[in-house]
C-alpha cells in the first residue's frame, strides 16, 4: 500500500481568478482564452492549502487500484503521478490520508483506475468540508469501476461495535446465524447505523466469512463493502 501527499503554499487572488475567468471567455476564438485559463489552473494548483480533510479509501475491486485527488478546474489528465495519492491492493483499505486544499476550492475532483492497465476507470466531483471524514470505496458496478465518498460517522459508544453496510448491488444483508434480514441494502449506497455488543455477531455477514473480530475494537466504526461474489471488505472509519 502506497499513500503520499504534499502542500503547496502560495496566496490565490481570486477575485483575480473570477474576473479572468470571465475575460476568457470574451477571448475565445481569439486567441488569448487558452494562456488566461492555463494560467488559471496554474494558480489553482498553486493555492495556499488552508484546509484539510481525512480520507480512507476502501478497494472492493478485483485489481489492485490507484486513487487520485485534486481541486475541481484543472482540465489536465487526472491520472497521473501528480494528483495520485494512494495504491491499494485488492479488497485492502489505506491508511489515512490528509487531503489538503484551498478553503475557496471545496469542490474537488476524485478518480480510481486499476493499477496494472489504467483502462478501468472512474471518476467523481464531491464538495468537501473542512476538519470533516470521508470514506472513499471502490467497487465494482456490474463490473465497471465506480467510485462512491460516504462521510464519515462516529460510534457514540466505548463498549460496543458500530457498523454501516455498502453494498454493489441491492440485497438484504443478513448477519451471524440469523435468518431474518437485518436491512434491504441499496446498491451503491451506505446503509445507517447498527450497533452490536458482541464482536462475533458480524464475523459471518451474508453466509461469508468476514473475521470482523480480528479487526475491530469496542468503540469504533466500521464500513463493510459487500461485492458481487459476496466477499467482505471490512474498513475502520477514521477521523
Known sequence: MFIKGKSIMKKINFKTMMSTTILGMFLVGCGGADKI??????DIKAA????SSIFTFIN????????YSRPLGITDEIYSSEYE???????????????????????SEFAITD???????????????NDKAYSGIAWLDNNKYSLSIVSVVSNPSSDNYAIRFFSTIDQNI??????TSLVAAVKGEIT???????????????DNESNFCQI???????IAVIGLNGKVTLAQESF
Open 37 to 42: 485559463l492555463s494560467e488559471i489552473e496554474e
Open 48 to 51: 495556499e492549502k488552508n484546509s
Open 60 to 67: 472492493a475491486t478485483n485489481d489492485m487500484a490507484n486513487f
Open 85 to 107: 495519492v494512494a495504491s491499494i491492493l485488492e479488497a485492502d483499505v489505506s491508511e489515512p490520508y490528509t487531503y489538503k486544499w484551498n478553503e475557496h476550492l471545496s469542490h
Open 115 to 129: 493499477s496494472a492497465s489504467l483502462s478501468k476507470k472512474d471518476k467523481i466531483t464531491f464538495t468537501i468540508e
Open 174 to 179: 443478513f448477519v451471524g446465524i440469523s435468518d
Open 192 to 206: 445507517a447505523t447498527f450497533i452490536f455488543d458482541n464482536c462475533v455477531d458480524l464475523d459471518v455477514i451474508n
Open 216 to 222: 475491530a475494537n469496542a468503540g469504533e466504526s466500521y
